[in-house]
């Protein structure tokens, strides 16, 4: 396997196996229409050579919204600006997914019309601390609808793939965790109830989008928080997604809550410091490859997409000789440097200049995602 090989996930083929993570954009209205600063920047990042980029989260429906200035997925009036998103992609020669989430309770009432969030249980949210109300089953299934719903905009809008967003305290991991799970029905208690939910959203999915449409999961292997999911539950989901026939599984992990262990980690200064969750991803890799019934898992082969701290060329390639990872997958390294990609290719393979200062996220508040370390530079 190599970086700059062409390859396939599913039917989407792609130029590398380098990979824009999903990032909020800050750069919509409160409507959730796709703007031009939101064309100009999926355009400028398409054309750095990144071989697919995955959207900032995009709300699936209006109680689902978790940040202002979020990108919606929630009505077909929006699937008009998301084309104009996907063929800026498209031109610079990237494919590129709509990232998928409902927020649960990692929001605020003032983000979604004023109405009190709603989650698998009535348990304060540990990153937003607000207080949901339980879902019902109506709840649920409309929620699933929603899912589905959004996914078949995607594809009508021309994106070559969906991910549901299952990590980082966002609605499906909220399912997932003993922690926010406290429901006695069949979607919360043991394990196998607790992944019900994310495996019915699949399902959903799928049936709207059809066989060959190919459906992603970014999801938490663990959440890094006290009570909250550990590999016990992730590796369940991951083996139970595989057999029915996800398309890749992009590894995370943390919360906002989790401290330093949060998805974002901070001061990524030595190669020691980078993939930290590169041995979560070994882990779901052996679940899903390494178990019984391995010879019907690999015929339907889910690609593994590695994220968090890579920085380096050299660590990238290391990493590759392993054979677990297929797919490595960049946020903050591209904020800051979008020609990153194009770069290795070319042979000038310094690390990237991100020094993981976290100093982007305030700037989804302040007029759109920008690299404020690389602004402070240029202005000096
Ligand atoms: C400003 C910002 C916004 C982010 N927005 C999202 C998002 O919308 N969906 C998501 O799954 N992760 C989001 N993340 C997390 C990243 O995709 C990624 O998992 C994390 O930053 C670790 O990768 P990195 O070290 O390459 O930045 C965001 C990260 C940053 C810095
Ligand atoms: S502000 Fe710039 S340097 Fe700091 S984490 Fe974000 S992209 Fe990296």
Redesign the pocket.
Known sequence: MALFEESAIGSMNLRNRLVR????EGMAPDTGEVTDDLVGFYSRLARGGVGLIIG??AHIAQEGRSSRNQVGIHHDRLILGLRKLVRACHNGGAKVVA?L?HAGSQTTSEFIGGNDPAAPSAVEDPTCHTMPREMTEEDIEAVIGQFAAAARRARDAGFDAVQL?G??GYLLSQFLSPHSNRRTDSYGGTVENRIRFTTEVFRKVRQAVGPEYPVLI?MNAQDYFPGGTTLEDSLPLARALSDLGINGIEV?GGLGASGSLN???VR?NHPGKEAYFLEDAREIWKAIFLEDAREIRNAVKCPIIL????RSLDRILEIIDEDVVDYF?????L?REPDLPNNWKTGIRSNSSCI?C?Q??KT?NEGG?HCVQKKKMLET
Request: hydrophobic share 35%.
């Open positions: 993570s999903a990032t909020a900032g989260h990232q989430t967003h990590a980082h970014k995370s998805p974002s980690r990524i994220v968090g701290g890579i997958a960049m946020s903050r390294p904020i993981s976290n982007c996220f989804l995602l």
